[in-house]
Nanobody
Framework: VQLQAFGGGLVQAGDSLRLSCAAS????????MGWFRQAPGKEREFVSS????????YYADSVKGRFTISRDGAKNTVDLQMNTLKPEDTAVYYCAARRSAARNFHYWGQGTQVTVSS
């Protein structure tokens, strides 16, 4: 299984970015796809997730109303649209996947850096 994250960059506060995760190596039905992030000196934290089958979404309180996760079954991609970015959103963002019945995410992609300047 390969998860490749794209789309990070340097933006100003208030700007938008769209991250994309290309998933390959298996079908992802009955899986949950997620985005996590890790800021310097902090632990990795959950950002958002989506169930592949039904598209049910979950968000961390810190991004609710600003970020939107979506998946494209035809392209096998999971996107994270990030609006109204804040300096505290600065982090390395990782995409991940787990089987629906699993408790922990066990497939991880490489990270993509998002830097938001004030």
């Amino acid at each position: 299984v390969q998860l490749q994250a794209f789309g990070g960059g340097l933006v100003q506060a208030g700007d938008s970015l769209r991250l994309s995760c290309a998933a390959s190596g298996r079908t992802f039905t009955n899986h949950v796809m997620g985005w996590f992030r890790q800021a310097p000196g902090k632990e990795r934290e959950f950002v958002s997730s989506i169930t592949w089958n039904l598209g049910t979404t979950y968000y961390a309180d810190s991004v609710k109303g600003r970020f939107t996760i979506s998946r494209d079954g035809a392209k096998n991609t999971v996107d994270l649209q990030m609006n109204t970015l804040k300096p505290e959103d600065t982090a390395v963002y990782y995409c991940a996947a787990r089987r629906s019945a699993a408790r922990n995410f066990h497939y991880w992609g490489q990270g993509t850096q998002v830097t938001v300047s004030s």
